[in-house]
Each structure stands twice: as C-alpha cells, then as structure tokens.
C-alpha cells in the first residue's frame, strides 16, 4: 500500500520559514518523482515543483523560484519543501504526490499517488 504523509504546516508571520515534510511509503524515490502542488479554496490545485527520481534534480514554477527548494533525503524515504520569504498569497493547502512515470512536474495526472495535504497559512 503506497501512502504519502504530508506534515510541517501551520501559521507563520510574512517573510517566516516552514519546511514541509512528505513521507512516502510503499514505493522508493528511486523510481518515483514527487510533486508538489498547492490550493486554494475555489481555485484549481497549482503546481509548485517536483524532484525526478533519477538524479534528484529539483524543478520549480517560474513565479516560485528562489524561494521554495525541493530536497530529499533518500533513507528516509521523504522529500521537503522550504518555504522561504513566505507571502499571504502563499497561503494554501499543500499536496505533495508521487509518479513513476513523471513527464512534466505540474500535470496532475501525471501523478499516481497523493498525500492527504497540510494547511499553511501565512498571516501577521
């Protein structure tokens, strides 16, 4: 049974800092890519980024980068997202997702496994 196990959200002041866990079980990084995504309540779930499983490399939506970094720590089987410069706009509920077969970071249904998601809310 794959599971994906999304944590570190919460409350943060403006120009704060999170990092946002993603355990996944039942598959390796190794074979899978993980997504990250966001939503906002009436919106569509956006994409934030992803890690590919072959060399780790990270990529990113252009209006998020330099301040978001995807990583993962391979024995432990979980990929993180640093919220950096943290903005009202970024208040969202955060998803990430699992695929093996990942074209393009920021399809959804490229994905085949999701986490259940982890509110962030950022607000003075």
């Known amino acids: 049974q794959v599971q994906l196990v999304e944590s570190g959200g919460g409350l943060v002041q403006p120009g704060g800092t999170l990092t946002l866990s993603c355990a996944v079980s039942?598959?390796?990084?190794?074979?899978?890519?993980v997504g990250w995504f966001r939503q906002v309540p009436g919106k569509e779930r956006e994409g934030v980024g992803c890690i590919s499983s072959s060399d780790a490399g990270a990529y990113y939506a252009d209006s998020l980068k330099g301040r978001f970094t995807i990583s993962r720590d391979s024995a432990k089987n979980t990929v993180y997202l640093r919220l950096n410069s943290l903005k009202p706009e970024d208040t969202a509920v955060y998803y990430c997702a699992a695929g093996e077969w990942v074209s393009s970071c920021y399809y959804l249904n490229e994905y085949d496994y999701w986490g259940q998601g982890t509110q962030v809310t950022v607000s003075s």
């Open positions: 039942g598959v390796t990084l190794d074979y899978y890519a």
